[in-house]
């Protein structure tokens, strides 16, 4: 394999720094799952954490070398869940944590990135317009920025799942991996093409947010003026050029698949898997239902990589009255 801008050992030493609550995380096969989709079905259960996704694993690593070099501030544009985590790996650490997010981000998430004691910038527009203004802010004040997914420390920080899932289950054919910004997809990309390269590392974006996907087809930067999703934690328009680069190395496809897929999925993770998962978390059963005769059979995982949600909005996709059940 080319070589990502990842380093397996970084990898290796980064589980020494990241605070065990976020590690080994559960991996089973769910059987009920297996029965509605046709293929054997791993879950790779990223949000049994403060949290509630696996942002943390990349912002421990930031936290921790920004702690150690006596810094005490750090400023990052989030959607919701880098923010949270951030604010989490932050607190514990001592620094000023400063979170920019769009005014139209969900309610939830920005509630509880108040709540964990950082300072929250809302901006009128998208995630780019989020992202400019954190830039800004890091210039003025002199202070660090975190770039979701262009940073290291969050590629490398996701990707130890890559090392906990070839550790604990050897043989799989493919994983499923939600592609937004791209530190999940590479992270555990280049973990899985490294350690277990006979198993397809697929990507899976939301068709009203194809830009990394379409990016990756054309093997160049491509653009999008807007999105159009509910999976807010990956409806980015502007792919970077080396995450990008990195991400054509690792992946051995790239899907979009539709909105009624995506709540379909969070609805089965739901039902037969008892989990509330966020959209972006059920992009990867929502690949399976696209395209059932490509995964009949094959043993696939697929990582839940959120659950952060507003219950509201989530009663209304998936049909059910809060309280009701299902």
Not at 96 to 102: E, F, I, N
Not at 159 to 164: P, Q, S
Not at 197 to 203: F, K, M, R, S, Y
Request: net charge negative; charged share 20%; aromatic share 4%.
């Amino acid at each position: 394999m080319q070589q990502t801008r990842l380093d397996t050992a970084r990898i290796r030493a980064a589980r020494r720094v990241i605070d065990p609550v976020f590690l080994d995380t559960p991996l089973y096969r769910c059987e009920a799952l297996e029965i509605a989709l046709g293929c054997t079905v791993s879950i790779k259960l990223e949000t049994a954490n403060p949290v509630r996704s696996f942002k943390a694993r990349g912002t421990e690593l930031v936290a921790s070398l920004l702690a150690a070099k006596g810094s005490r501030a750090v400023v990052c544009a989030s959607a919701g869940n880098l923010g949270q985590a951030l604010a989490w790996s932050g607190r514990g650490r001592g620094l000023d944590v400063t979170v920019v997010a769009s005014r139209f981000a969900t309610a939830a998430k920005l509630d509880r990135i108040r709540a964990l004691g950082a300072t929250l910038e809302l901006v009128d527009g998208d995630h780019e317009s989020a992202r400019a203004r954190a830039a800004a802010i890091a210039r003025h004040d002199g202070i660090r920025l975190l770039e979701d997914s262009l940073d290291l420390e969050t590629c490398e920080g996701a990707a130890t799942i890559g090392l906990e899932l070839v550790e604990a289950m050897p043989s799989f054919d493919a994983v499923l991996i939600a592609l937004g910004g791209g530190a999940l997809a590479t992270g555990v990309g280049h973990v899985v093409k490294a350690l277990a390269p006979a198993a397809e590392v697929i990507c899976v974006q939301p068709l009203g947010a194809p830009a990394m996907t379409r990016s990756w087809r054309s093997r160049r930067v491509v653009t999008t003026d807007s999105t159009h999703t509910i999976a807010d934690g990956v409806a980015g328009r502007c792919p970077i050029p080396a995450v990008l680069d990195d991400l054509l190395l690792v992946a051995d496809d790239a899907v979009l698949v539709q909105e009624t897929s995506i709540i379909a999925g969070m609805r089965m993770l739901l039902d037969h898997a008892g989990l509330v998962a966020e959209p972006s978390a059920a992009l990867g059963i929502a690949a399976v239902l696209e395209d059932p005769d490509r995964f009949s059979g094959r043993h696939v995982v697929t990582i839940v990589c959120g659950s952060n949600v507003d219950m509201d909005a989530y009663h209304r996709w998936i049909g059910t009255a809060p309280g009701n059940g299902s």
